[in-house]
Every structure is written in C-alpha cells, then in structure tokens.
Nanobody, 127 residues
Framework: QVQLVESGGGLAQAAGSLRLSCAASGRSFSSYVMGWFRQAPGKEREFVATISWNGVRTYYADSVKGRFTISRDNAKNTAYLQMNSLKPEDTAVYYC????????????????????WGQGTQVTVSS
C-alpha cells in the first residue's frame, strides 16, 4: 500500500511554469512505476507522463513532449512534474499514480495499470 499526495498546483500564465510534486508514504517508493495523469472538465482522464522505478526511462504524451519533464527522487519518496511553456489547454486536475514494478516493464501509460492514486491538484493556465 502507498499513499500519494500531490502539491504545487495553482494559477499560471500561458508560457509560464509550474512544478508539481507527489509525495509518497507507505511501502518502498522505489518499487513503483510513477505516472502523471490529468482530467479537464468534461473530459476523460488522460495520460501525461510516466517514469520507471529507477528514473532511467520516461515516456510522455505527445501533447506535453518537450514541455514537461517527469523525474523522481527515491531518497525523498517524491516524484515531480516540471511543466514549462504552459498553455491554456493544460488546465486540468493533475493526478499522480503508482504501479508496482513488474520485471521487464519500464512504465505504464494506461490508467487501469496504476493501483494507487493521489487526490489531485488543480492547474489553471490563463491566456
């Protein structure tokens, strides 16, 4: 079992930056693949980024590639999402999620592959 708490959301202007954090507690953080998802009003939850248990491998949705960076610090039990060049269409509730490590699997992109979720943090980007 792992508990996840996101922070760092808020209001930003277009072209600005925000850094989201996801603090984990419970069982060994380094044994989990971490992911970020987002859900805008009236839309389904969508994949944003994921990172392997050791931080070596990452994968991004096309919509954020080159603008967002996912990272993790296993010593601090924390995952991060650095968001640069923000756009109004990035406005959403952002969720971090954790999936138990499985041999041969570096990361997951589907929400149903993640076992644990945070409560979400709102990101609003104004034009």
């Amino acid at each position: 079992q792992v508990q996840l708490v996101e922070s760092g959301g808020g209001l930003a202007q277009a072209a600005g930056s925000l850094r989201l954090s996801c603090a984990a507690s419970g069982r060994s953080f380094s044994s989990y693949v971490m992911g970020w998802f987002r859900q805008a009003p009236g839309k389904e939850r969508e994949f944003v980024a994921t990172i392997s248990w050791n931080g070596v491998r990452t994968y991004y949705a096309d919509s954020v590639k080159g603008r967002f960076t996912i990272s993790r610090d296993n010593a601090k039990n924390t995952a991060y999402l650095q968001m640069n060049s923000l756009k109004p269409e990035d406005t959403a509730v952002y969720y971090c999620a954790a999936a138990p490590y499985a041999s041969g699997v570096y990361y997951y992109t589907r929400s149903n592959e993640y076992h644990y979720w945070g409560q979400g943090t709102q990101v609003t980007v104004s034009s």
